[in-house]
Nanobody
Framework: QVQLVESGGGLVQAGGSLRLSCAAS????????MGWFRQAPGKERDFVVG????????VSADSVKGRFTISRDNAKNTLSLQMNSLKPEDTALYYC???????????????????WGQGTQVTVSS
């Protein structure tokens, strides 16, 4: 089992920045690839960005490339998402997720992720 708790969401103006954090506990965090997903009202939960077990490689959705950066600290069992140049279309509930069946690179499919946090709301005003 891995327990995940997100924090750092809030209301920000377009062009601003936010940093989300995800605190992990339970099973060894460093054995899991990790990802951030988001879900806007009435839409599917979509992959945003993911990172491998070591933090050495990441993959991002086209919509956030160059604006969002994922990182992890295995010593502190934390995952972070730095979001810059935010747009109104980034408004969503953001989820931290763990893919503990695979660690060598981040996978974008929602079906691969075993554990999920409760989500943190990000709202970007225009």
């Amino acid at each position: 089992q891995v327990q995940l708790v997100e924090s750092g969401g809030g209301l920000v103006q377009a062009g601003g920045s936010l940093r989300l954090s995800c605190a992990a506990s339970g099973r060894t965090f460093s054995t899991c690839a990790m990802g951030w997903f988001r879900q806007a009202p009435g839409k599917e939960r979509d992959f945003v960005v993911g990172i491998d077990w070591s933090g050495g490689s990441s993959v991002s959705a086209d919509s956030v490339k160059g604006r969002f950066t994922i990182s992890r600290d295995n010593a502190k069992n934390t995952l972070s998402l730095q979001m810059n140049s935010l747009k109104p279309e980034d408004t969503a509930l953001y989820y931290c997720a763990a893919d503990c069946g695979w660690r060598w690179y981040a996978r974008s499919g929602r079906q691969y992720y075993d554990y999920w946090g409760q989500g943190t709301q990000v709202t970007v005003s225009s």
